[in-house]
T-cell receptor
């Protein structure tokens, strides 16, 4: 089955700790995206990547980092610099530079211990 | 002012009702419009995808786009309890290179 797999489903972070959220897709999509979802605020774009070894900041990149070493993988690191990391994180992918719709994984819920 | 405005609701309707969900936007460059359905603790699932103005129907769902008014709608006919979810509008176009701009989402409950 083709799709987007996010892991873990639930993650807890201690103060001062960096944590990494995994996103893997087997749809052969070039573009991948990370969003943050907070209650009542819709989805906000953190980082996106149109192609391997290239990525750009979204609207709320501060306190986050990404890498894109493989086409199928786009991990997101939430660093200790992100002071309010509690949220639902969603990964998406789509086909290339076109305006095709994005397809989403089932998210990771990150909470602070 | 947000680029895309969506009434967050919540909206509660009886089973069998016709539901109307709406978004307004300010960026005239938007040309591609999407509706996603999101169940609790799940990722958004694409429901409808339309280009430019007009209507598109898929089963009980109809998407309408009025670019002159910068207004899009999603209609759900014969609503079912399984339609209870958050509905997100999203759009893209111009120089955004496929980046989506989302509305806040509308929480819908269909009660038996």
């Amino acid at each position: 089955d083709g799709g987007i797999t996010q892991s873990p489903k639930y993650l807890f972070r201690k103060e001062g700790q960096n944590v990494t959220l995994s996103c893997e897709q087997n749809l052969n999509h070039d573009a991948m995206y990370w969003y943050r979802q907070d209650p009542g605020q819709g989805l906000r774009l953190i980082y996106y990547s149109q192609i391997v070894n290239d990525f750009q900041k979204g609207d709320i990149a501060e306190g986050y980092s990404v890498s894109r070493e493989k086409k199928e993988s786009f991990p997101l690191t939430v660093t200790s610099a992100q002071k309010n990391p509690t949220a639902f994180y969603l990964c998406a992918s789509k086909d290339g530079y076109s305006n095709q719709p994005q397809h989403f994984g089932d998210g990771t819920r990150l909470s602070i211990l | 002012q947000k680029e895309v405005e969506q009434d967050p609701g919540p909206l509660s309707v009886p089973e069998g009702a016709i539901v109307s969900l709406n978004c307004t936007y300010s960026n005239s460059a938007f040309q591609y419009f999407m509706w996603y359905r999101q169940y609790s603790r799940k990722g958004p699932e694409l429901l409808m995808y339309t280009y430019s103005s007009g209507n598109k129907e898929d089963g009980r769902f109809t998407a309408q786009v009025d670019k002159s008014s910068k207004y899009i709608s999603l209609f759900i006919r014969d609503s079912q309890p399984s339609d209870s979810a958050t509905y997100l509008c999203a759009m893209t176009g111009g120089t955004s290179y496929g980046k989506l701009t989302f509305g806040q989402g509308t929480i819908l409950t269909v009660h038996p």
